[in-house]
């Protein structure tokens, strides 16, 4: 039976990606769900960056709502953030290297999700600078989003391959 995972429809983001590839690694067998529809979404196993809440219990991985859950440090996590806690140490087989690709990949972006800069331009050369993971994935979005969902799909493939590349380095 196929595990479903269910997130929002139209523009794409980062964490949203990272978060259905980790899911997927779980459960190889799954199927995307890309809905506004709460009907469609509460018939989920997961839903991820919509629903309102953070419910672990209920298998609800949000972070769009006031005061949202954040690391001790006070980051903010966004949707992959939350659904590493949980599962990243299951998905590496491992915590130490769990904790270390948080710490590496995750964590960036959950910033990134969250409107926090990593990287400072250049007093020299202030036009040049390197383009995060995350607007790679942003750039991906069709303008006029048709095939959009195709296009996620691709880009969970795609990140999935990240992941696994990210578990086997620091294994």
């Not at 972070?63 to 859950?69: A, D, E, Q």
Request: hydrophobic share 35%; proline share 4%.
């Amino acid at each position: 039976m196929k595990t479903i995972i269910g997130t929002h429809s139209g523009t794409f983001h980062a964490d949203d990606v990272f978060a259905v590839a980790t899911l997927s690694l779980l459960h190889p067998d799954y199927e995307i769900r890309r809905s506004r529809d709460e009907k469609v979404l509460n018939a989920c196993d997961y839903q991820i960056d919509v629903g309102g809440v953070y419910d672990h219990e209920k298998k609800i991985y949000d972070h769009h709502f006031r005061n949202g859950p954040a690391y001790e440090d006070g980051l903010k996590q966004s949707s992959i953030g939350l659904v590493w806690k949980h599962y990243g140490a299951e998905v590496c087989g491992d915590q130490a290297v769990a904790e270390r690709i948080c710490k590496t990949l995750i964590r960036g972006l959950d910033a990134n999700d969250n409107g926090v800069t990593l990287t400072q331009p250049l007093e020299d050369a202030p036009d040049a600078k390197e383009m995060s993971l995350s607007a790679v994935i942003g750039m991906m979005n069709p303008p006029d989003l048709e095939g959009v969902d195709e296009i996620f799909e691709g880009e969970v493939k795609r990140a999935r391959q990240i992941l696994l590349a990210a578990i086997g380095k620091a294994k």
